[in-house]
């Protein structure tokens, strides 16, 4: 079984492999977006790796292996090393299977923490070293936390940077339609005491604020997760929201329950919500935004990561029928700007010179800006070029995370899948449905005190 899937992730490693010759996307020197001084001076530095091969395996296929191969064409032409990317549909279990089998990739690269951490721990992954750690530290915005999330335990137990973030996803957004707020003459708040104020006016002026759904079939309750981790990082230290993730803070702790609770605020009020609280757990997330372009409006407002503009009505044009702004902090907390999101991360799995050569190649602004100017590329890098977003909404979203003073990772991602794909899920559809906190928080923490 082993050597069918390892001969299959091979041969499709040989068919998606670019030709080194890959006409690049944008011309080097042409377009003063980019920082072409990066390039020039990484392919000056790495002339002696002509001739290489470098293996790489990922999540990303279909449109989005194009995007990736489009970045990698400037690595195979700055170096002349022969990049083979593959991937697979199961990448989460080839990976390990790879690992196991002594024939990984020289680098990979994941969306999962909790996977890496694994792969860390078992000696599969190489240390990316102190200059590395220093570099993420200074040059990304909210540098501590982007070495916290690379950061794991070796074979020997040691905690050292094993991988080095790059591509991210942004959560912590609200979305709006611009001539619904203007009609009513609401500007953007600027705190979450200006976001509940304006939900309450809301009220008062007849409308419903938001629209909130938890559907999503076997995954029905995993939009309310985000709601809640929000808020762990808006009423609770960045330290506080990692002891929970790890289970060192419990669900029953009143600091998870609070949490709990602020996402209560806004969905179980059924002044507060389209169709009422009692349509919260029952509505596809995938329809729940569509309220907002209902005339008159069924709702203002709508809490979801940067994917949702895939589910609004065909021909939503973004910055014009749809907007959003930053899920604000508290005014009256000393808790800066935090940020929850995702994103995948490289780790060399082979040490050769192209794979190191490969993590200086992501330190470079020509490595982010290449994909910018695409799509579906955020970045957290000070060094870009932030006119170099391929659209506006890209453009404002990677401002939010250049603004950010504290960046997470989706927590229920960090959990054990039982909990933050389970456990945490149906916890959230029996709050929705008017289960108090305290009792859900403590269910919650039954089932991880369960797992052995």
């Known amino acids: 079984m082993k050597k069918t899937l390892l001969l299959g992730v091979a041969a499709l490693a040989l068919?998606?492999?670019?030709?080194?010759?890959?006409?690049?996307?944008?011309?080097?020197?042409?377009?003063a977006r980019f920082n072409w001084k990066s390039f020039e001076d990484f392919k000056a530095a790495n002339a002696a790796l002509k001739g290489q091969t470098l293996t790489m395996f990922g999540p990303w296929r279909g449109e989005d292996e194009k995007l990736v191969q489009s970045i990698l064409d400037y690595f195979r032409d700055a170096t002349g090393v022969d990049v083979k990317y593959s991937s697979s549909e199961n990448y989460e279990q080839q990976i390990v299977i790879d690992a196991q089998a002594g024939s990984p990739p020289d680098v990979a690269i994941l969306p999962q923490p909790g996977l890496i951490a694994d792969l860390a721990s078992k000696g599969f992954l190489t240390a990316l070293g102190d200059d590395t750690q220093k570099w993420l530290g200074e040059n990304y915005a909210a540098g501590a936390s982007w070495v916290s999330l690379g950061s794991y335990k070796g074979k020997d137990g040691a905690a050292a940077l094993y991988a080095f973030p790059y591509k991210i996803d942004l959560k912590s957004l609200v979305w709006y339609s611009p001539e619904n707020f203007k009609d009513a003459g609401y500007a953007i708040p600027q705190t979450m005491e200006e976001l509940k104020a304006l939900t309450e006016k809301i009220v008062a002026d007849?409308?419903?604020?938001?629209c909130i759904g938890l559907g999503s079939g076997g995954a029905t309750g995993w939009p309310a997760t985000d709601w809640v981790e929000d808020f762990m990082l808006r009423t609770?230290?960045?330290d506080i929201y990692d002891k929970w993730v790890t289970n060192e803070v419990k669900?029953?702790?009143?600091?998870?329950v609070g949490a709990i609770e602020e996402f209560g605020w806004f969905a179980r009020n059924d002044k507060f919500v389209d169709g009422g609280a009692a349509a919260v757990g029952t509505t596809d997330f995938r329809d729940s935004p569509k309220g907002l372009f209902a005339s008159p409006p069924k709702c203002y407002m709508h809490r979801q990561a940067s994917f949702i503009p895939s589910f609004f009505p065909e021909g939503t044009k973004l910055g014009e029928d749809a907007d959003f702004f930053y899920l604000p902090a508290y005014a009256g907390k000393d808790l800066g700007k935090p940020v929850l999101g995702a994103g995948t991360l490289a780790m060399i799995m082979k040490d050769t010179p192209a794979s190191r050569a490969f993590i200086e190649f992501l330190k470079t602004p020509?490595?982010?800006?290449v994909w910018m100017a695409q799509s579906g590329f955020l970045t957290p890098l000070k060094t870009v070029n932030v006119e170099?977003?391929?659209?506006?909404?890209?453009?404002?979203?990677?401002?939010?995370?250049?603004?950010?003073?504290?960046?997470?990772?989706?927590g229920s991602d960090l959990m054990p899948g039982k909990i933050g794909a389970g456990a945490f899920w149906t916890g959230m559809v029996d709050y929705a449905g008017g289960k108090a906190a305290a009792d859900v928080g403590a269910d919650i923490q039954k089932a991880w005190d369960a797992i052995k």
């Open 15 to 31: 068919a998606v492999a670019a030709p080194a010759s890959a006409e690049l996307m944008f011309k080097p020197g042409e377009d």
């Open 206 to 210: 007849g409308g419903k604020p938001w």
């Open 236 to 238: 609770q230290s960045p």
């Open 251 to 256: 669900f029953s702790d009143p600091a998870v």
């Open 366 to 369: 020509i490595a982010h800006e």
């Open 388 to 410: 170099a977003y391929g659209n506006p909404a890209l453009k404002k979203q990677g401002e939010i995370l250049l603004g950010a003073t504290t960046f997470r990772f989706d």
